[in-house]
């Protein structure tokens, strides 16, 4: 007679009860690890956005400030005072030498939208045509 290890349907019913509870304990614990960690990041943005709006704030308020505003323009536009005489060198290629102050790029224009294009050209349909000038050519040969 053998006698060995049996499983019985209660032992069976027992250990598919405990598989699935890990199962979704581990699912549970997955998630909160997860937005633990979206948490930090959220918090860390935020204090990276107070540290610029600090930032922002500390310039608009030095801005407000007429002798910040006179030495913000002579370094970045190269503007002088009435009376005095700006100087700028140029070197023997014709290039001029030294930091030279720049406005920053202007933005790309922004390209419109097939409707737009499509509706300005319906609204001029019904306008009158502007006048046209002569032709400088046939107005000079006659």
Known sequence: MATGPKFTGRA????TVIVLLVGSYTSALHAWWG???EIQ????EIASRRDSIRELENT??????????QQ?????????MPGEVGYRVIGTDGELQGEMPVLADLPEPKQRHWTDTLW???EGAGREPA???PDPDKVIKE
């Not at 069976?12 to 250990?15: E, G, N, Q, T, Y």
């Not at 608009?60 to 505003?69: I, M, Q, T």
């Not at 913000?72 to 002088?80: D, L, M, N, P, Y």
């Open 12 to 15: 069976v019913i027992l250990l």
């Open 41 to 44: 990041a959220t918090k860390s």
């Open 72 to 80: 913000q323009a002579r370094e970045r536009f190269g503007w002088v």
């Open 120 to 122: 300005a050209s319906v």
């Open 35 to 37: 937005q633990r960690s």
């Open 131 to 133: 006048a046209r000038l």
């Open 60 to 69: 608009k308020r030095r801005f407000d400030d007429p002798a910040y505003v």
